[in-house]
């Protein structure tokens, strides 16, 4: 039975309409929405679904009359590609907004500003912060965080810190499946584009492809490799050595999809077909993922629900620091998918040679 829009009808929308949509109890929702911890992940999946659905939208100023229990939140986040941060952002509000707590975001650059936003947030009274990639593996940043003695929650750590709770996914695993995939498809020269060295998640991206390859009793070599560092535009440089040193792969597989995306460029401007001559795969499963042709494959990491469960632990740590409760650090690991697409296919049944 589909559900009309109760926004457009004039209608507003309650958390009774949440539960009857849902198919639970409005105490549930209230749960969900206030970010309590008793309650099952797929019935809070149901929820937030009927919530978007809705477009329902918690009366926050009753709520904050009704309580003094407003949490502020900072979410300090660094040099990332547009599309990584927008799904980060986009997952933080959304939950934010659910949960009535208050977002305050900071931008640094460098070691220096990382001390000092955190800083500054401290002293404007935030709670706790959010850390995403390249912070949550930054030395620094986390220890001006226990400095501080508020708590924080990582996102997107490839190996998160102890001592702190975490969001992830398993990029080892993730990788290695990538890998497996193209394996499966008969292609044995897989070169493999490297991110961010600062990131943890890099390194175990490349464990997994190496894993992969170890497994299939495939050797990778030098000139198997390059560096690139998230960027479209390392991904242009780091593609193009991989297509001009002689190593004449099959197939590229990048660590996220800009990187990807910038591989396809190059293939292209050599005229080689994606992916008659050349299969490429990508890492995040970001928008840009289907707006290039042909739509790419992909490791889907979850980003915005990742940012979502991120402001969520960080609330239920705040609230119960309140209350005089001591919660030990959870590291929520979260499901990662590959997504097959048009970007990948068959191994060629001979080489083909590209132009410089």
Request: net charge positive; hydrophobic share 40%; charged share 25%.
């Amino acid at each position: 039975m589909a559900h009309k829009n109760t926004r457009r009808s004039g209608k507003v929308v309650t958390i009774r309409d949440v539960a009857r949509h849902a198919g639970v109890s409005p105490m549930t929702v209230s749960r969900v929405i206030n970010s309590e911890t008793n309650v099952r992940e797929e019935t809070r999946a149901k929820v937030a679904k009927s919530i978007k659905s809705l477009r329902y939208s918690p009366n926050l100023a009753a709520r904050s009359l009704a309580s003094a229990d407003t949490v502020h939140i900072g979410f300090l986040y660094a040099n990332s590609t547009a599309s990584y941060l927008s799904e980060l952002l986009l997952g933080s509000l959304e939950q934010s907004s659910l949960s009535g707590c208050q977002l305050v975001l900071e931008r640094c650059d460098d070691l220096e500003t990382e001390r000092k936003s955190i800083q500054r947030m401290v002293a404007g009274g935030v709670d706790g912060v959010i850390l995403p990639a390249p912070l949550c593996d930054s030395e620094d940043a986390l220890k001006t965080v226990v400095l501080a003695k508020i708590p924080a929650v990582l996102v997107t750590a490839g190996r998160p810190a102890p001592y702190f709770s975490a969001v992830s996914v398993n990029d080892f695993e993730a990788a290695r499946e990538m890998t497996r995939h193209l394996l499966s498809l008969g292609h044995k020269r897989i070169a493999f584009i490297n991110g961010h060295p600062g990131h943890s998640a890099s390194a175990e991206r490349f464990r997994g492809f190496m894993e992969g390859m170890t497994e299939a009793g495939l050797e990778v070599g030098a000139d198997q490799v390059a560096q690139g560092f998230f960027t479209y535009r390392s991904g242009l440089k780091a593609a193009e050595r991989l297509l001009t040193n002689g190593f004449s792969p099959t197939a590229i597989f990048a660590s996220n999809d800009e990187m990807a995306a910038a591989t396809m460029f190059v293939a292209h401007r050599k005229d080689l077909d994606v992916p008659a001559h050349l299969s490429v795969a990508g890492f995040d499963d970001t928008p840009l993922a289907t707006m290039i042709w042909p739509e790419l494959t992909t490791v889907r990491r979850p980003i915005s629900e990742m940012a979502r469960e991120a402001v969520r632990l960080l609330i239920e740590q705040v609230r119960a620091r309140r209350s005089g409760k001591a919660l030990m650090p959870e590291h929520k690991i979260m499901n990662f998918t590959l997504v097959k697409r048009g970007s990948s296919a068959r191994a060629p049944a001979t080489k083909r040679l590209t132009k410089a």
